[in-house]
């Protein structure tokens, strides 16, 4: 959202917008009219009242408001911890490749391994075959944004256990599939993402970092020793 300045030559008397007047110390304004406190702003109501989208900030924080607290939201984090959900609610749903990958490996011990999790590689969405000079992958799961280098790296090069083989390749492929911080987003995705992040049960990418850090209107009063 635009905020309009401040200056000196701001008056005493500010222009109101003709439909709205300023609820800046009216204690009864509901969550959406609150969304400004610039005395003359206009206080536009949304749908969803309990829930007020501000905009980005840095190019890597979505900064958003719902149930009277602020959000600071990693854009990346959040958006990896949607996309890794959406996965392994959908996990073993696949997409076939029209030219397969080539993986070459490197020893008898990473093809060992690789015989060995098939079928959890098969769980997570790779179909592998055997090959005269290493591995066909023949399909990836859905959303999956890597190559055969990627594989190699991901998951024969660290030998990942077979327990942990759906979680790994989840993460690592939303990881890759989530906005970057930088990134330019649209403002109805980056709400969209915003509003996501608030409904999350686990806050957390699926590396551990928060997704958000948040401040109530009490904590914001008293880091500017207001009361």
């Known amino acids: 959202c635009v905020i309009p ?8 008397a500010p222009t ?3 439909e709205t007047k300023n609820i800046r110390f009216q204690t009864s304004a509901s969550a959406a009219q609150m969304r400004f406190s610039v005395p003359g702003s206009p206080a536009l109501a949304k749908k969803d009242e309990d829930f007020i989208y501000y905009g980005t900030i840095f190019g890597t924080f979505l900064m958003a408001q719902k149930s009277g607290v602020f959000y600071l939201i990693d854009q990346h984090a959040a ?6 959900n959406a996965i392994m609610e959908n996990a073993g749903e696949k997409q076939p490749l029209l030219i397969p990958l080539q993986l070459k490996t490197q020893s008898d011990e990473e093809d060992d391994y690789l015989e060995s999790v ?4 098969a769980d997570a969405g790779f179909e592998l075959e055997r090959a005269q000079d290493g591995w066909l ?9 890597g190559n055969e280098l990627d594989f190699y ?8 256990e077979p327990s942990q083989i759906l979680y790994h390749v989840a993460a690592s492929t939303a990881c890759r599939a989530a906005v970057m911080d930088g990134d330019i987003v649209s403002p109805s995705k980056a709400e969209e993402i915003a ?9 957390h990418c ?3 970092r928060p997704v958000f850090h948040k401040l109530t209107r009490a904590e914001l009063f008293s880091l500017v020793k207001r009361t």
């Open 5 to 12: 300045a401040l200056d000196a030559g701001i008056s005493s």
């Open 118 to 121: 098939k079928t959890e590689l």
């Open 16 to 18: 109101r917008h003709p």
């Open 195 to 203: 509003r996501g992040a608030l409904e999350l049960k686990d806050p």
């Open 206 to 208: 699926p590396h551990g």
């Open 137 to 145: 992958i023949k399909s990836v799961p859905i959303r999956y944004k």
């Open 153 to 160: 790296e991901d998951i024969v090069k660290k030998h990942v």
């Open 79 to 84: 958006h990896e911890r949607i996309l890794f």
